[in-house]
């Protein structure tokens, strides 16, 4: 069985394909090739942190908590796409789909780990920076697939100003960054 | 010929690249700066600023999900 195994990790097309990081072109196509399909097969464009309001929704109210008055989610077709269950929404399997292909990706290259928490100040960088985007995200209308990818690939003009915008906190983060972490 | 090494194992994108570029402009020509990663992004940005600059870089896969890149500085 091992020497099947060290059979196929010299293999070059698995090496090429599932070893090696693809070059940056190759991902750009594929995505492009995905979100086309995407928008033909579900009716919308490819969106990921809207996805993730609604999971907080459902998740406050399985512990008991009601949302039906929240204005973010008071339309009918909210409140509908809520009480459809997380089941029924396209979005939800769209994430799934990338934490399960994202797990599998990292299996076949042999290159998963457990990385260590280096400090405190690492994890409170972490959450306080993914609260920021999450919600900025929302008062955005969409992150950097919904407002930024799928915007300019549908010739929407808000899109490049989003892109603009992201440039300059990008910018602010990356100062940020330099000075509290190297 | 001094050797040195950066340990970027659990830091994120861009940390491990901008960690071994400091540690590149602190090193003389002939030098050699070992980037200690575990993040998959960090084994395509630190390798290509390195090429880019002329430096000679070899990879190598310590473990599952680690690598050390071994950069020689050039110029």
């Given amino acids: 069985m ?83 269950g997380i089941l029924n929404h396209t979005g939800s399997w769209l994430n799934f789909g990338i934490i399960a292909g994202a797990l599998l990706a990292t299996l076949l290259a042999s290159q998963f780990k457990f990385k260590k928490i280096k400090s405190l100040k690492q994890v409170v960088a972490a959450v306080l920076g993914g609260l920021l985007m999450g919600y900025g995200a929302r008062l955005a209308g969409g992150c950097n697939i919904g407002a930024l990818y799928s915007s300019i690939a549908s010739l929407s003009l808000s899109g490049w100003v989003f892109a603009f915008f992201l440039f300059i906190g990008a910018f602010i983060g990356s100062k940020l960054l330099a000075k509290f972490f190297m | 010929m001094a050797e040195f090494t950066v340990d970027c ?67």
């Fill in chain 1, 2 to 84: 091992k020497a099947f195994w060290d059979k196929v990790s010299k293999n070059p097309y698995y090496i090429k394909i599932f070893k090696n990081p693809f070059t940056y072109v190759t991902g750009a196509v594929l995505l492009s090739i995905f979100q086309i399909a995407i928008f033909a097969s579900t009716g919308s464009p490819w969106g990921v942190s809207g996805t993730f309001a609604n999971w907080g929704a459902w998740l406050y109210r399985l512990v008991g908590g009601n949302v039906d008055k929240w204005y973010y989610f008071s339309s009918e077709g909210a409140q509908a796409t809520l009480n459809n």
């Fill in chain 2, 9 to 75: 194992l659990g830091e994120a994108c861009p940390v491990p690249l901008m960690k071994v570029q400091k540690q590149m402009e602190k090193a003389a020509v002939g030098d050699v700066v070992i980037a200690q990663i575990d993040h998959s992004c960090a084994m395509k940005n630190i390798p290509e600023w390195a090429r880019n600059n002329g430096h000679n870089v070899e990879i190598e896969e310590v473990d599952d999900g680690e690598w050390e890149i071994v950069i020689e500085k050039t110029n």
